[in-house]
């Protein structure tokens, strides 16, 4: 993310946001790792969470050399002691050599940057940095089913969908492996704490994604 915000002001809007989530949040994703998206990241690979957070994926998700980053102040004392943190505007370079990861992981970021030539020079980054067959993996609040509540979030400035983001990844040289319009719901954190074993459950019923799916998922290769 640009600074648009002062990190003062980052670190209160999430702390105010995902007040006392934590916990269902990391169990959450302990379930989306295990069952959907560990199967794209290398254990033996390098991985970056663009967009961290408190790193609910990057925490849990197995590869040898795991990467992160965000302008959140409260990010580095949330990750683990292996993982590196890039505290920066992810639209300048990136502290990284070229081909230097397997996979990039995104859930819910790119809706924060400010502009369309923000998000460009971030899949620029992104493709210089993975590897020929790496991949970008990218979930999203598909503004196509979400045309009033997308805009419930103050820092939410760039609308996307599924087609407008695979667009802008082939722009910049990637190859669509899997675009999924309706993946997810779009509350998964936010609404109701619903057992988990039903998230196990929604993850295998693909039919249920285009009845409640309201976020998109975008897999693209170098």
């Not at 609910?56 to 949330?78: C, G, H, W």
């Not at 760039?158 to 675009?179: N, Y």
């Not at 459950?201 to 975008?218: D, E, N």
Request: glycine share 6%.
């Amino acid at each position: 993310m640009q600074a648009t915000y002062s990190q003062d002001q980052i670190k209160t809007m999430y702390s105010e946001r995902f007040y006392a989530k934590e916990e269902y949040r990391r169990k959450l994703w302990s379930v989306l790792i295990s069952d959907w998206f560990c199967r794209f990241v290398p254990e033996d690979g390098a991985v970056l969470d663009l967009g961290c957070g408190y790193g609910e994926f990057i925490n849990q998700v197995k590869a040898f050399t795991r990467y992160a980053m965000d302008l959140n102040p409260d990010s580095r004392r949330q990750l683990h002691t292996d993982v590196r943190l890039f505290q920066q505007d992810c639209s300048v370079q990136w502290p990284l050599p070229d081909e230097a990861l397997d996979v990039i992981f995104t859930s819910n970021f790119f809706e924060h940057l400010p502009g369309k030539p923000s998000l460009a020079a971030t899949l620029h980054e992104a493709h210089r940095c993975l590897q020929p067959g790496g991949r970008l993996i990218a979930l999203g609040p598909n503004v196509k089913y979400l045309p009033g509540a997308y805009w419930d979030f103050w820092d939410h400035h760039l609308p996307l969908t599924e087609a407008s983001l695979a667009e802008g990844l082939q722009m910049v040289g990637f190859k669509l492996e899997r675009v999924v319009p309706r993946f997810l719901p779009y509350t998964m954190s936010h609404g109701p704490r619903y057992p988990l074993f039903l998230l196990r459950l929604y993850l295998r019923l693909p039919l249920a994604w285009r009845l409640f799916g309201r976020q998109f998922l975008v897999i693209a290769k170098k």
